[in-house]
């Protein structure tokens, strides 16, 4: 049954009065705002469209919401990777100093503990909750997938001076016919699937540390040693300090 809903019910349980709830708003103030947000850049068309209405009582419409959802998620993801992309940097950059992964990895162990169930005050991840209604949404919706798609694509681009920096410290390479941004995909792919877990499966330790190594796993796979490099201050990938 879920299947066969339209995108604009998948955000059923999104009323005006629960808004207005939230907000501190009425009902009817949250109406007339999210009409005149369409009408201001539209026009104003009484009677049709997505604007019609009557008086006070506006239209709320599910899939102009899920639009702003969209536009929301694009925002976000795209302030939270710079974000978490410039906390890894430093981190790589501490790692090399120390001549060991540890910090690297904290790093990345910290950033899950944002994914866990109930964490919602951390901005990474309402992000990522709404990233998953856009996803559901998205198979009713090919404009929302396009969406999506392009804003993966400029995500990962974002991450791949993260994965250059890596091979100078690491004194490695790409495998030949392996970029740094297949090297940002896949290791974004094995991410999405781990927090994704953390939903509905408590995390320990131990996970956060295969995640981890997992990323390092891939990194390793699709990269080879610099034969001039020896001298690389993360040559060995050493996770800790002994």
């Known amino acids: 049954m879920i299947d ?37 850049a539209e026009g104003d068309v009484p009677g049709g469209g997505v604007l019609a209405g009557r008086g006070q009582k506006w239209s709320f419409d599910r899939a102009r919401l899920l639009e702003l959802v969209v536009e929301e998620i694009e925002h976000r993801v795209i302030e939270t990777t710079l974000v978490v992309r410039d906390a890894y940097v430093r981190a790589l950059d501490r790692a090399a100093a120390l001549g060991h992964l540890g910090p690297l990895v904290d790093a990345v162990v910290g950033d899950l503990d944002a994914y866990s169930p109930g964490a919602t005050d951390d901005p990474t991840n309402l992000s990522e909750r709404a990233n998953l209604l856009a996803v559901t949404a998205c198979d009713r919706s090919s404009g929302v997938g396009r969406r999506l798609l392009r804003l993966r694509e ?24 392996v970029t740094t941004l297949h090297i940002a995909d896949a290791v974004a792919q094995l991410i999405e699937g781990a927090t994704l877990v953390r939903r509905y499966r408590p995390s320990s330790e131990a996970d956060d540390l295969t995640t981890a190594r997992g990323m390092l796993a891939v990194f390793v796979g699709m990269t080879e040693p610099e034969p001039l490099r020896e001298d690389a201050p993360l040559r060995e990938l050493r996770c800790g300090s002994k």
Do not use: M
């Not at 998948?10 to 009408?39: C, D, H, I, M, N």
């Open 154 to 177: 400029r995500e990962l681009e974002l991450y791949e001076p993260l994965y250059a920096r890596g091979l100078i410290h690491t004194g490695r390479r790409v495998q030949s016919g």
């Open 4 to 40: 066969e809903l339209p995108e604009a019910e998948l955000l059923q349980a999104v009323t005006p009065e629960r808004v207005g709830e939230k907000l501190g708003y009425s009902s009817s103030s949250v109406r007339y705002q999210f009409a005149r947000l369409f009408s201001d």
